[in-house]
């Protein structure tokens, strides 16, 4: 019997939340994807079969094929082969999944779902792990992956299990764990632009039961776009990025194993903050006061100088017992951060809205303990406790100067602190009350506590916010779960029913008034979101075929919008957030792989979602010369947004990919083609015509890589490119603030080489 091994997921491994199993590294790596032009010149290979994708989605490990979610899980080699290197970037394989970012401003929407601005005193609506450690903050969830034994992408709500803030769902990256071989890896890269990278990982067995892993990389490329102004740095876009990592793991008694994982990332760049002005010339006001911008995707014009220096550290403690009937697992986590960085916020060489952020600062500290079945044949169960702290300091300074007339000087927004306390308790519960039908019940009580404060500005005499000021608020929630499961011979129905919570939270500025009413802006309320799923997940032709789906139906309450709101006085931005009265969303996720003969392998992915906003006046900003003729800049009006997609929702999404395996001269060459798409959506409120640069058209992403596996499979050579046609209309985020509307280019086409070890 052949077999090829399955894109999304390598095989031959354990989840490690017990103390009987371990992860294994010795699973082939997997270089079998798609070219969609030989696949009709090639005949069936009738025994060909998928291999089993192992997750760990609802804490232990199970084949993908019994786990009754939507998810898209991915090795290291598969996103090796799309081109995927770090998170923003998943976004190109997994439909449904919308992530922007501006410098160092990540948004994460997922089916829909999701947080623009999550400065102190709110969080993003999806949650971001690392293993078991959750990221509170967006500044550290777009990063390169080092080490990678998958990513899982799970969709809608994950209340139960992930608890805050999986409102959207949760996005799991899960590094490889420390095995019992001497193994280890080395893969250099150069492209354009300059870029050249190196990573490295090597597994140390110490002895029979201790044992290490180290792994790093180091990514450096030229900027993609060329500053216009002298004044400023002489390219934007740029990467310089380093990431590190050590694990050790201790096997204590044939009963309890220790792992402690130590972190870090570090960047010192302008990565992102390639800023251009969208508007019309006359009608922005950089543009209007004789400033200059970028005129084509590799320009900008911009005075700003100070690069991204973004610094963190975390460190993971997970002890874990194997009893007889029950296993244990034991929690600890830490992450530090700090940050300071610039942008260009009305994208052009006049000074108008430059502003430095310095410093962002934070940590976070949890504590989780989880007991889990281990014997029983007919049903399984988890319980758990999770505690959660975060404190976090903003401070914002814009450099006005004499270029804004509205302002004239140098402002600030003032310090914003917040102090986050997040305490909930858990439990799952499965039983297979006949052969073929399972019942899951499960539930989350979570309580939330934030206070929040804003403190005087140091550096400049004007402050846009009033201070000092001080205010906290609380919020609990039961979340509860439900799903019943029908099992067949090629696979499972399933019907589930799952509530996200988001707390409430504070703007950014907390005691700023709203600048279209004047009113004190309040603590917002939490977001509830209820999910209806019918999902199907299906093995067929003798296991050559994989079709999994889900129908999903979306009552989405009081959900947090956010968006930078111009004040018409004083031409100064409110990031202000409000709570939508309600949304309703519903689509289809299809997830297909295909296996027509041993060397090729065609998979698929899309996802067609339906939203709008209900009962929801909003604020949107539009032209000022709509109200005064000849007047540059923007203003906020209030925008009656019901019935309105939702903001960065596209209405489908997709992603082909097709591999195979040439044979040539007892040589193997592996060759992976994708494409992806994504359909129109908006990035803001459209009120006017004249403002429909907020919207992001359609647009398409072609890949390919080739490689050259040595006999023995250590050495590996690849030829890649990303972007080939040179898609120059895609953006990683468009944002209308007051001086005009402003936009950051995506990436443009790149190739390169890679050259790889592993022994």
Known sequence: MTTKHNYFQEIDMSYPDNGRTHLSATGVPLRRYLVVAVAACLSPVANAQLEEVVVTAQKRAESLQDVPVTLQAFSNDALEDFGIGDTQSLQYVTPGLVINNTGSTPAIYLRGVGTRLSFPGLEPSVATYVDDRYLGRPNGTVFEFADIERIEVLKGPQGTLYGRNATGGAVRVVTLDVTEELEGKIVGSA?????????????????????????????QRDG?????????????????????????RWDISETWTARFTLEGNQRDDLEGADVVALSPPELHLGLSMGGITGNDVDEVATATRRTIDYKDTAATLRLDAAFDTVDFAAITTYWDYDQTGSLDADGTST??????????????????????????????????????????????????????????????????GADTQAYALYGQFSYDFSPNWSLTLGGRYSVEDKDISVMAPIEVPVSLAPHPYEDSDSWNEFTPKATLEYNFDAGLVYASYAR????????????????????????????ILDMFELGWKAELFDRSLRLNGALFYY????????????????????????????????GLDLDLTWLPTDALMITMGLNLLQSEYQDFVAAANVYRDSFTPGAAGMQAIAFDADGQDLLRAP??????????????????FPLVVTYSYKDDYNFDFVADPST????????????????????????????WGKNLTDEDDYFDDIVASAPGIRGSHGAPRTYGIDISYSF
């Open 351 to 416: 000074r108008l809205v430059d502003v430095v952020n310095t410093p962002v600062e934070g940590d976070s500290f949890s504590q989780e303990f989880q007991l889990l079945s281990n014997a029983a044949e007919n049903y399984e169960w988890i319980v758990g406790a999770f505690y959660y702290e975060e404190t976090v300091d903003h401070y914002d300074l814009i450099l006005g100067l004499q270029d804004n007339p509205r302002v004239g000087t140098s402002v600030s927004q003032g310090n914003q």
């Open 555 to 586: 009552d989405y309450q009081d959900l947090q919008v956010t968006r930078a709101v111009a004040d018409p006085d004083t031409g100064s931005v409110v990031n202000l957030t409000e709570n939508a009265a309600n949304a309703e969303l519903y």
């Open 224 to 248: 993609f776009a060329d500053n216009l102004d002298p004044r400023g740095a002489s390219e934007l876009d740029d990467q310089d990025y380093q990431a590190w990592r050590a694990k050790v």
């Open 692 to 719: 429909e640069r907020l919207v992001q058209e359609g647009y398409g992403l072609l890949s390919a890589r080739l490689g050259w596996l040595s006999p023995n499979q250590n050495w590996e050579l690849a030829v």
């Open 651 to 668: 209405d489908w999404s997709a992603f082909v990919s097709a591999s195979y395996d040439i044979s040539l001269a007892g040589q193997t």
């Open 500 to 527: 996200g919570f988001k707390s409430g939270g504070f703007n950014y500025v907390a005691s700023t008034s709203n600048p279209l009413t004047g009113e004190p802006l309040a603590p917002l309320d939490p977001e």
């Open 191 to 219: 492209g354009n632009y300059d870029a050249l990278g190196v990573s490295g990982t090597v597994n140390i067995p110490v002895t029979d039961t201790l044992g290490v892993r180290l792994s790093g990389l180091t990514r």
